[in-house]
């Protein structure tokens, strides 16, 4: 005869307090990630003496007005804030843009083809994964002014063609993943390999693709330290508030700024509550079905 095992229930209490515990544990979390955007709202709408008064409390008066003030006043170098809504809109895009259409033909290649330098391309991307890059600025900085692409719009081309990284890893396994049965029926078909590519593999990497597209998105419209280097005269939302945030606390705008910077977080916001759902989607999918 077999002998019955009886596994002592855990009591009910117990799995009470775990999950108490967790939940206190992510909503304190949760609550420190808010805090920030919720203090700086309420300072976006006080007035500047109530702000230098009590930084943290609630507004004595409700200042919606600061939002438009934000859009009127607020400028860096001489530029007005829908200017600079624009050259971030450009800069942002463009960026995105030349980056994941050569990124993913640069992967699909690697992936799908056999050639003599893949296994170095390969190797050179580890490599260069390897090495810190913190210490190539100036490089970088002296050889940008060399060839006259400071302070251009040719300067976001030229610079985001970088193709190595974390990304190609990504990618590249990604499309190696996909089955060439496809590609192989559009050549029966007559396909030419740019054919299968644009109209067969880079739609079905669309997953992918999507969740770089929005984290890049969010990378550069946030970045300000390369176009205060090098696009002094195109400065960007990022690059504005930047600049500007010295000026409000010299001359009491703190609260301008603060709806400037909620207002610039704006695109960002949308594109992710948009879009979240489908990138997650889209990630899942794809396959020959058997």
Same mark, same amino acid.
């Given at each position: 005869?077999?002998?019955?095992?009886?596994?002592?229930?855990?009591?009910?209490?117990?799995?009470?307090?775990?999950?108490?515990?967790?939940?206190?544990?992510?909503?304190?979390?949760?609550?420190?990630?808010?805090?920030?955007?919720?203090?700086?709202?309420?300072?976006?709408?006080?007035?500047?003496?109530?702000?230098?008064?009590?930084?943290?409390?609630?507004?004595?008066?409700?200042?919606?007005?600061?939002?438009?003030?934000?859009?009127?006043?607020?400028?860096?170098?001489?530029?007005?804030?829908?200017?600079?809504?624009?050259?971030?809109?450009?800069?942002?895009?463009?960026?995105?843009? &030349?980056?994941?259409?050569?990124?993913?033909?640069?992967?699909?290649?690697?992936?799908?083809?056999?050639?003599?330098?893949?296994?170095?391309?390969?190797?050179?991307?580890?490599?260069?994964?390897?090495?810190?890059?913190?210490?190539?600025?100036?490089?970088?900085?002296?050889?940008?002014?060399?060839?006259?692409? &400071?302070?251009?719009?040719?300067?976001?081309?030229?610079?985001?063609?970088?193709?190595?990284?974390?990304?190609?890893?990504?990618?590249?396994?990604?499309?190696?993943?996909?089955?060439?049965?496809?590609?192989?029926?559009?050549?029966?078909?007559?396909?030419?390999?740019?054919?299968?590519?644009?109209?067969?593999?880079?739609?079905?990497?669309?997953?992918?693709?999507?969740?770089?597209?929005?984290?890049?998105?969010?990378?550069?419209?946030?970045?300000?330290?390369?176009?205060?280097?090098?696009?002094?005269?195109?400065?960007?939302?990022?690059?504005?508030?930047?600049?500007?945030?010295?000026?409000?606390?010299?001359?009491?705008?703190?609260?301008?700024?603060?709806?400037?910077?909620?207002?610039?977080?704006?695109?960002?916001?949308?594109?992710?509550?948009?879009?979240?759902?489908?990138?997650?989607?889209?990630?899942?999918?794809?396959?020959?079905?058997?």
């Amino acid at each position: 005869m077999r002998r019955k095992i009886f596994r002592k229930r855990r009591p009910r209490w117990l799995d009470q307090i775990v999950f108490a515990v967790v939940f206190l544990f992510f909503f304190v979390y949760a609550a420190s990630l808010l805090y920030p955007f919720v203090w700086a709202f309420l300072s976006a709408l006080k007035s500047p003496m109530d702000y230098i008064r009590d930084p943290f409390g609630l507004p004595t008066e409700w200042l919606f007005s600061n939002f438009g003030r934000a859009l009127g006043e607020l400028e860096a170098n001489g530029t007005s804030f829908l200017v600079m809504t624009w050259n971030s809109i450009w800069y942002t895009g463009v960026g995105i843009f &030349v980056n994941i259409s050569v990124l993913s033909l640069f992967s699909y290649t690697v992936a799908k083809y056999n050639f003599k330098l893949r296994p170095v391309l390969m190797g050179l991307n580890m490599f260069l994964m390897l090495i810190p890059i913190m210490g190539s600025m100036p490089a970088a900085y002296r050889l940008y002014h060399t060839y006259g692409i &400071v302070d251009t719009p040719l300067f976001v081309v030229l610079t985001t063609t970088g193709v190595f990284g974390a990304n190609f890893l990504i990618l590249s396994s990604y499309y190696r993943s996909l089955s060439w049965s496809y590609a192989e029926a559009a050549f029966i078909d007559g396909a030419s390999d740019f054919t299968a590519y644009f109209r067969i593999m880079l739609p079905m990497a669309m997953g992918p693709l999507s969740c770089m597209m929005l984290t890049m998105f969010i990378a550069r419209w946030n970045e300000y330290l390369t176009p205060i280097m090098y696009l002094e005269s195109y400065p960007t939302l990022s690059s504005g508030l930047f600049e500007y945030r010295q000026i409000a606390e010299s001359s009491g705008t703190e609260p301008v700024f603060f709806a400037g910077a909620l207002v610039s977080m704006l695109p960002v916001l949308a594109l992710y509550t948009a879009f979240h759902k489908t990138i997650m989607e889209n990630m899942l999918g794809g396959g020959i079905k058997e």
